[in-house]
């Protein structure tokens, strides 16, 4: 893996080049726009052989191949395809674990699947999720987690889909659990603005490279 430097804070952890307040508020809003518009606009066959790409190279990730569960995500809307990925953790006899929105308590429940399929259904805004009925998996059992986003950079910032959820969780997982994201080079940004509570992935797999970051 190639690694990377994060990119400069302040004494206080803060980014002193960051907006704040309001002006981040746009900023991250114009940014995933952007990208989302960027996104969509990807040629389908470029969009499924990309994916194919990037769900062949995060098995071949020591900390993914070490894990014996792993939380993923299912894909939705212009999102690359993860499905290849979960059968393939499925078939290495993996305990999957996909993400369930509970909007009363504005957090995300864990869930283990054994068949994409069968177990999940549409859910909160359509996106895929597991049946409530799956059973649930303590978030410390949680050893890789694949961290879904609109946008990152060489920093490992992370820009969401604006609900907070993944801000809200990774603290949440142990702090061995590997954070990785999967994403189409084009989601890949010189800056991400961010506040000090959003939380960097640990690596970035793009169908063109591997980018690993130090914590």
Same mark, same amino acid.
Do not use: C
């Given at each position: 893996?190639?690694?990377?430097?994060? %990119?400069?804070h302040? !004494?206080? =952890?803060?980014?002193? /080049?960051?907006? #704040?307040?309001?002006?981040?508020?746009?900023?991250?809003?114009?940014?995933?726009? #952007?990208?989302?518009?960027?996104?969509d606009?990807?040629?389908?066959?470029?969009?499924?052989?990309?994916?194919?790409?990037? $769900?062949?190279?995060?098995?071949?990730?020591?900390?993914f191949?070490?894990?014996?569960?792993?939380?993923?995500?299912?894909?939705?809307? &212009?999102?690359?395809?993860?499905?290849?990925?979960?059968?393939?953790?499925?078939? !290495?006899?993996?305990?999957?674990?996909?993400?369930?929105? /509970?909007? #009363?308590?504005? %957090?995300?429940?864990?869930?283990?699947?054994?068949?994409? +399929?069968? +177990?999940?259904v $549409?859910?909160?805004?359509?996106i895929?999720?597991?049946?409530?009925?799956?059973?649930?998996?303590?978030?410390?059992?949680?050893?890789?987690?694949?961290?879904?986003?609109?946008?990152?950079?060489?920093?490992?910032?992370?820009?969401?889909?604006? =609900?907070?959820?993944?801000?809200r969780?990774?603290?949440?997982? &142990? $702090?061995? !659990?590997?954070?990785?994201? =999967?994403?189409?080079e084009?989601?890949?940004?010189?800056?991400?603005?961010a506040?000090?509570?959003?939380? !960097?992935?640990? $690596?970035?797999?793009?169908? &063109?490279?591997?980018?690993?970051?130090?914590?």
């Amino acid at each position: 893996m190639r690694y990377h430097l994060r %990119m400069p804070h302040s !004494a206080d =952890g803060r980014d002193a /080049n960051a907006p #704040q307040g309001a002006a981040l508020h746009e900023a991250k809003l114009a940014l995933r726009r #952007q990208i989302l518009a960027r996104r969509d606009g990807l040629p389908a066959a470029l969009r499924a052989a990309a994916s194919a790409t990037i $769900a062949a190279r995060i098995p071949t990730l020591p900390e993914f191949a070490a894990a014996g569960t792993v939380l993923l995500t299912l894909a939705f809307r &212009s999102e690359w395809d993860t499905h290849p990925l979960v059968e393939s953790a499925l078939a !290495a006899r993996k305990t999957v674990v996909v993400p369930r929105v /509970n909007t #009363q308590t504005r %957090m995300l429940e864990l869930h283990a699947i054994s068949d994409p +399929d069968r +177990d999940v259904v $549409a859910g909160h805004l359509g996106i895929p999720e597991p049946r409530p009925e799956r059973p649930q998996v303590p978030r410390d059992a949680i050893e890789f987690v694949l961290v879904p986003g609109v946008a990152f950079d060489l920093g490992g910032r992370r820009l969401g889909y604006g =609900g907070g959820y993944y801000d809200r969780l990774l603290p949440l997982l &142990s $702090a061995r !659990a590997a954070r990785v994201a =999967g994403a189409f080079e084009i989601q890949l940004v010189e800056r991400v603005p961010a506040a000090p509570h959003d939380v !960097a992935v640990d $690596a970035i797999v793009t169908e &063109s490279r591997t980018v690993a970051l130090t914590r």
